[in-house]
């Protein structure tokens, strides 16, 4: 008999470097721009060809993760079955590390994973579009997260610009282990189906732009959910303050919609320092010291 060996994904933390929101569309989605880069830190998740699709889940952050029938990795696997007749499935077993409802798109990046993952199995190429679109019909952070590199994403996520090729900035991520409803954020943003925002445009983020350059392009930029969600959770006022006056600190801004937040440092060392001092004054916290690319 031959012996059926787990295939392995990363599913790594995907990071808002900049989120503009543009206005409301008329089908209620709103529109966005945003510079993504994605984390060294990830959840896991493993694949075992079989008869029948099904998700095991530990880790610690399974319990809020959630296993049942509604994961985003059995959602996209449902789409993509949807889409490729005979399409070979089998279990997946998650192993979750980061947090959830945090504004960096961990779910997404597991249901992205297991795409990744599927198409191995199943020879499909990775810009095959039935995996895009079963991507698209799983979440608007799905697609960005098939190919996990820097670049720029557009619309509610679906329209997404080429690799930016960005040399590595060192960061700190910290979450204070509040969820944080996305719903929620955008509610309190208050705007209206086809109401427009112009608070200036996006800089240029050219590509493999030096990092002192970057930092000087992101620090004209914004997450324009930033207020909206430290009304929601007064929290993420508290995480932006620590990181703020974190030594070395070149920017501090908040991931996505929330509660997760990100310092940028001139190097790992400086990174490093930080995240152990915001741990020892902060032990209830997540946090981490990584590299975003």
Known sequence: MTAIFARHARAPAKINLTLHVLGRRADGYHELQSLVAFAGACDHLTFSPGAALSLSVDGPTAEAAGGGADNLVLRAARHLQARVEGLRVGAFHLTKY????AGIGGGSSDAAAALRLLARENALAPDDMRLIEAARATGADVPVCLDPCARMMAGAGERLGPKLGL?????VLVNPRVPVETRAVFTMLGLKAGESRSFG????IGARMAPEALIAALK?????LEDPAGVVARDIVDVLAVLGAARGAR??????????CFALFADRCQAARAARAIRRG??????RATLLR
Do not use: F, I, Q, Y
């Open 220 to 224: 004209k930029a914004r997450n324009d």
């Open 251 to 260: 920017l501090a801004r908040m991931s996505g919609s929330g509660a997760t």
């Open 98 to 101: 980061l947090p959830v409802a």
């Open 167 to 171: 040399a590595p900035l060192a960061a």
């Open 201 to 204: 445009a996006h800089p240029e």
């Open 282 to 287: 902060h032990p209830a916290w997540w946090v």
